[in-house]
């Protein structure tokens, strides 16, 4: 069935680190692929989002690439804040239908 | 704009008891889901509506029951409370589908005795 992988966490990084968040997907269609995040005690919120193959998103810094081939859709940022410690879930949503898919989350938490 | 809104924030029942969760929107969309979250797993979908008058079950519907008789409103009702049901439960609505963005609420933790 359609499912999402994503790297178990916590990530525990310094401020200005690099970071990297794997996800993986399992999809038996053309899928749009999306990262949320959930910073403390709030609900879910779109981080950035791409619809087809080869498409970046990218929001605050944050960058993702809808690799077909490979089945990805890693989570990228240049230079982490403090401010970015939050767990960060990847999803899948099919065309046409009604219901997304989330990975487990990865809790990330960035040092001063 | 208020977004989505959920109460209450946090809610403890004894094993039996019954109780809904209320969800309201003000962005008139026609896509509303509820969701609970439990550590490892993720999000899990346990209803959904496309509209008014229109409700569907996601994957994990057994124990919760919903309705939709407007689009602001789309309540989640636990009939007979059980430990296994202690989670944090979200609320999301979207403008079209599952391709859009959706937005969540602050979500309800509940705790089963």
């Known amino acids: 069935g359609d499912s999402v992988t994503q790297m178990e966490g916590p990530v525990t990084l310094s401020e200005e680190a690099f970071l990297t968040i794997n996800c993986t997907y399992t999809?038996?269609?053309?899928?749009?692929l999306f990262w949320y995040v959930q910073y403390p005690g709030e609900g879910l919120q779109l981080l950035l989002k791409?619809?087809?193959?080869?498409d970046k998103g990218s929001n605050k810094g944050f960058e993702a690439t809808y690799r077909k081939e490979t089945t990805s859709f890693h989570l990228e940022k240049g230079s982490v804040q403090v401010s970015d410690s939050a767990v960060y879930f990847c999803a899948l949503a099919l065309t046409g239908g009604f219901k997304t898919i989330f990975g487990a989350g990865t809790r990330l938490f960035v040092k001063a | 704009n208020a977004g989505v809104t959920q109460t209450p924030k946090f809610q403890v029942l004894k094993t039996g008891q019954s109780m809904t969760l209320q969800c309201a929107q003000d962005?008139?969309?026609?896509?509303m889901s509820w969701y609970r979250q439990d550590p490892g797993m993720g999000l899990r979908l346990i209803h959904y509506s496309v509209g008014a008058g229109i409700t569907d079950q996601g994957e994990v519907p057994n124990g919760y029951n919903v309705s939709r008789s407007t689009t602001e409103d789309f309540p989640l009702r636990l009939l007979s409370a059980a430990p296994s049901q202690t989670s944090v439960y979200f609320c999301a609505s979207s403008y079209g589908g599952n391709q859009e963005t959706q937005y969540f609420g602050p979500g309800t933790r509940l705790l089963v005795l």
């Open positions: 791409a619809t087809k193959a080869d």
């Open positions: 962005m008139n969309h026609e896509y």
């Open positions: 999809a038996t269609g053309y899928p749009s």
